[in-house]
């Protein structure tokens, strides 16, 4: 399949390679171009401009920070409407607010281009294994044209809802790890300054009802307090923003994600915005003065 | 081995009856009497006063409801500590103050009798089956004395540390999976209140990150607001306050404990302290317009 590729950073660089190594077409465009160079070694097209990247592609992917660089690559100028055929889908693999999401497909819509919506989880581990989940949202037909290019990323691929679903999805992952990061650091600080053997604890805890993929694969960086990535906190309290707009205008009332938010916000002004989101335990610590 | 199981609860009933499978002479007390009968009729020896079940017992076990109540049945009148032999192991499988139960233990070591914390979690049915996992404080020569005891109670048991240690790892237990219940259920209502699929947004994240026994285990209750039991609100409740009192003690800070027991006052104010935990769920709907 003939696959445009918008984004080359630290998550769309290792997926385009692994769908060119899956044997499509793929050709690949970044703002700042010298990091297309490793993908077109690997002998990828490059493409001076979305727009131009668009042309002749069957599915055209977007993989860029956020929403304002989402609706700048798609509908900029020399953006990928301009270049896209009727018929084509547009598959952004973004995480971006729902509401822009459905407004962005809208205005495709109007020249007869697909888009679906399909945001990952799994980190940059995940990316360069093709191990992501892909959370889609989008009409079956579209969802169907773009499996075979989402199967060399991603060994989950979940088709959720209507456009916006995926994004939807993506917001309510993040909703509820943060606050499961958060309970685990409140435990792990309380078990700390008990004086106990704190992984015991979580041993003697994580298969019951207490267990989760945090707990049991997080709690050692607090119980060390070191943060090696994992997921940035910044990334992190970007995605819970979006959840939180989402939750605004849809009237939901989330205290727990909106105080996460605000925890995210003090680590990042004190310089630990690049460490894993597990650095929550930071706070933790230290507002209960643990050494 | 000769057992002494004081207290014929929800909980103490089937685990005394699976000691008595396992082949132990066991010996009940409960405070009101008529509640020895079902595991009397199974073989057990029945004793007026905890002071009388102790006498001539190996491993003394009690499983009441509260700090006060194991105070009353260990060292009032009557008590435990007048009728239990030097070099006795008591084992309180109760949900109690860590402090208190040091002190507890530390009255019992003036009289020679030795005293380990067991609490447990897997709820009413793990104390049936016998699955329980069982999380212990205490001296090792005395853990051993009661393992063959606890084996036929549980399928996991932790020694953590030393006494209170126990009740330290299941506070820490509660202290978790208070914000990973409110973390998902923040999620689910956002899912509910967006119009999607909830369920295949479970199933799209319960493989990653987000992954937790709750989210897999509860959110549907959550989805069709309907919360059989399980685990009561006010039972964890209870559990979350021993948290928060130890929190106190030690000087370590848990907002979003503090915050989720807030909300399981509003439920049981409301007539929902007898549902299971994943009711909090009821609290988010309700804020946000959830019909």
């Not at 592609?57 to 956020?66: K, M």
């Not at 945001?119 to 581990?125: A, F, I, K, T």
Request: proline share 3%; charged share 20%; glycine share 10%.
């Amino acid at each position: 399949m003939k696959v445009a590729f918008i984004g080359m950073g630290t998550m769309g660089g290792p997926m385009a390679l692994n769908i060119l190594k899956a044997g499509h077409e793929v050709t690949v465009h970044n703002r700042t171009r010298e990091r297309e160079e490793p993908v077109a070694k690997k002998g990828a097209q490059r493409a001076a401009t979305p727009m131009d990247a668009a042309k002749n592609a069957e599915v055209i992917i977007t993989c860029v920070s956020d929403t304002p660089d989402v609706e700048s690559v798609i509908l900029g100028t020399d953006g990928v409407i301009e270049g896209a055929a009727a018929g084509t889908v547009v598959v952004d693999m973004s995480t971006i607010s729902p509401s822009a999401t459905r407004q962005i497909a809208s205005q495709l819509a109007e020249k007869n281009v697909k888009m679906i919506d399909a945001p990952v989880s799994g980190g940059s581990e995940g990316a360069i294994k093709g191990t992501l989940a892909i959370m889609i949202g989008g009409e079956v037909e579209d969802v169907e044209k773009a499996t075979p290019v989402l199967e060399a990323m991603g060994k989950s691929i979940s088709h959720v809802g209507p456009i916006g679903a995926g994004q939807i999805t993506k917001a309510i992952n993040q909703i509820v790890i943060a606050a499961t990061y958060w309970g685990v650091a409140e435990g792990i600080s309380l078990g700390l300054k008990a004086g106990l053997d704190v992984e015991k604890v979580v041993q003697a805890i994580e298969g019951g009802a207490a267990g989760s993929w945090i707990l049991s694969n997080r709690s050692n960086n607090m119980i060390k307090n070191d943060y090696p990535l994992g997921f940035r906190v910044r990334l992190h309290r970007k995605d819970l923003n979006i959840a939180l707009n989402l939750a605004r205008e849809l009237g939901v009332m989330l205290p727990v994600s909106a105080f996460v938010e605000q925890a995210e916000t003090s680590l990042m002004s004190r310089g630990y915005g690049d460490e894993d989101v597990s650095a929550m335990a930071r706070l933790v610590r230290e507002q209960s003065n643990i050494a």
